[in-house]
C-alpha cells in the first residue's frame, strides 16, 4: 500500500506547475451540452408522451445524465492524466471486458440489429461508448512506450494490428460498426502521431476498405445504407425511410428556422428523433443558422484540442490529446453527414447532445482529461 502511495505522489509531482484550465475549450463544451439539452426537450417531446405519458422524461433523464457527467468532467479534469499511463494494461482489459458484457445472456439488450447493450440494476448502458476512452487510455500509454520502435513489424504495426482485430470483431459481433469506424480512425491517427510508419498505415487503411466492401455485400441492411446515401429515391417509403425524412426535416427549417417546438418530423415521421437523428430536428426548428452555429462550436472544441495537444508537456499527453478530438470530431462528421446524406447511416450519437446517459459521460469524461492536459501544457 505504501508503494502504491509513493507511486501516486512521482505522478502528480511529475511534469509542469498546473496552471490556468482552457477556458474556451470549456465555454465551448457547456455551450454545446446546453443547447443539445434545449432541443432535446423539443425534439423528444412528442416520443416522450406517446411512450410514457410524460413530455419530459427524456428530458428528466438526459437531465440527470448530464449532472453525472459533469461530476465526472470535474473529477477527471482534477486527476492528473499520467495516473492513466500506470494501468494501460487494465484498460485494455477493461475494453475487452465490456465488449463481452453484451454477449451474457440475461444481462444484454438488443435494440433493433445491435446487441450493445446491457441492463444493471434498471440502468440501460451501452458499453462500447467507455470502450472508446479506455482502449485509447491504453493505446496512447502504448505507443508513448513504444514509439522509438513503432516501425519494426513484431514490435510496432504488428501488436498494433492484433489488438485492433480483436476489438474490431467484437465490435462487429454485436454488431455495431458505427463505433468501430469511430474507434479504427482514431487508432490510425494516434498510431501516425505515436511514430508509426505512413507505409503501414496505408496498408491497414487498403486492407481496411477490402474488408468494408466484403462486409457490406454480406450483410444487406449495410449495403442498403450505401444505396440510400447514393439514391434516397431508392426505396423512400421503407428502407430509405429515414434518411427521407431527415432531408426533408433539414430542408423545411431553411435559414431561420420554423421556430422551437414548432418541428412536424419528429411527429413519428424520423426514428430515434432523440438520438441520432436529434440533428435533423436542430435543422427543422433552428434553420441553417443555429445549424452553422452549432459546427462551429464543433470546429472550436476540436482547433482547442489540436491546441492543448501541440502544447502537451509529454509524449503521452500529445497521443492522448489528440486521440480525444479526434474521436468526438470523427464522431460529429459521421453523425451529421449521415443526417445531410453526404455519407450512410451508421446510428452513432450527436456528441454531448445526443440523448443517451453512456455517450454523453464518456464524452464528459474525455472532455475532463482533455482539460487537465491543458492545465499543464507549456505556455511557450
Known amino acids: 500500500m505504501g508503494k502504491l502511495i509513493q507511486k501516486f505522489k512521482r505522478i502528480l509531482s511529475s511534469g509542469h506547475r498546473e496552471h490556468s484550465p482552457d477556458y474556451i475549450l470549456i465555454g465551448s463544451v457547456f455551450l454545446v451540452v446546453l443547447f443539445g439539452l434545449i432541443m432535446l426537450s423539443s425534439a423528444s417531446s412528442i416520443k416522450a408522451y406517446m411512450s410514457f405519458g410524460n413530455t419530459y422524461y427524456y428530458f428528466n433523464h438526459q437531465l440527470f445524465g448530464i449532472g453525472i457527467g459533469m461530476i465526472a468532467f470535474f473529477a477527471f479534469s482534477r486527476l492528473n492524466y499520467r495516473i492513466w499511463q500506470e494501468y494501460a494494461g487494465w484498460f485494455l482489459i477493461g475494453s475487452i ?13 438488443a435494440y433493433g440489429k445491435a446487441r450493445s447493450w446491457i441492463n444493471v440494476f434498471g440502468f440501460s448502458l451501452q458499453p462500447s461508448e467507455f470502450v472508446k476512452i479506455s482502449f485509447l487510455l491504453y493505446l496512447a500509454a502504448w505507443l508513448d512506450r513504444r514509439s522509438g520502435s513503432l516501425k519494426d513489424i513484431r514490435e510496432g504495426i504488428g501488436p498494433f494490428v492484433f ?13 455495431d460498426f458505427g463505433t468501430l469506424s469511430i474507434i479504427a480512425f482514431t487508432s490510425l491517427v494516434v498510431y501516425y502521431v505515436g511514430g508509426g510508419s505512413k507505409r503501414h498505415i496505408a496498408y491497414i487503411v487498403f486492407f481496411g476498405i477490402l474488408g468494408f466492401i466484403l462486409m457490406i455485400n454480406l450483410r444487406p441492411y449495410q449495403m442498403n445504407r450505401v444505396k440510400c446515401m447514393i439514391d434516397p429515391s431508392y426505396s423512400p417509403d421503407d428502407i430509405c425511410f429515414q434518411i427521407n425524412q431527415s432531408l426533408i426535416a433539414v430542408g423545411s427549417g431553411g435559414f431561420w428556422g420554423r421556430g422551437f417546438g414548432e418541428s412536424r418530423q419528429k411527429f413519428s415521421y424520423i426514428p430515434e428523433v432523440s438520438s441520432d437523428s436529434i440533428f435533423a430536428i436542430i435543422g427543422e426548428e433552428t434553420g441553417m443558422l443555429f445549424g452553422v452555429i452549432l459546427l462551429l ?44 446524406n453526404l455519407m450512410p447511416m451508421t446510428g452513432v450519437p450527436l456528441p454531448f447532445i445526443s440523448y443517451g446517459g453512456s455517450a454523453m459521460l464518456a464524452s464528459l469524461i474525455s472532455v475532463g482529461i482533455l482539460v487537465n492536459i491543458s492545465k499543464q501544457t507549456k505556455l511557450r
Request: glycine fraction near 12%; hydrophobic fraction near 65%.
Open 163 to 175: 489488438v485492433l482485430s480483436f476489438i474490431g470483431l467484437l465490435m462487429l459481433l454485436q454488431p
Open 97 to 109: 471486458f465490456l465488449l463481452l458484457l453484451v454477449f451474457i445472456p440475461g444481462l444484454s439488450a
Open 297 to 340: 462550436l464543433y470546429l472550436v472544441i476540436f482547433y482547442r484540442g489540436v491546441v492543448i495537444a501541440k502544447k502537451a508537456p509529454d509524449g503521452y499527453g500529445r497521443i492522448l490529446a489528440i486521440g480525444i478530438v479526434t474521436w468526438l470530431a470523427t464522431q460529429a462528421i459521421i453523425n451529421i453527414g449521415g443526417i445531410i
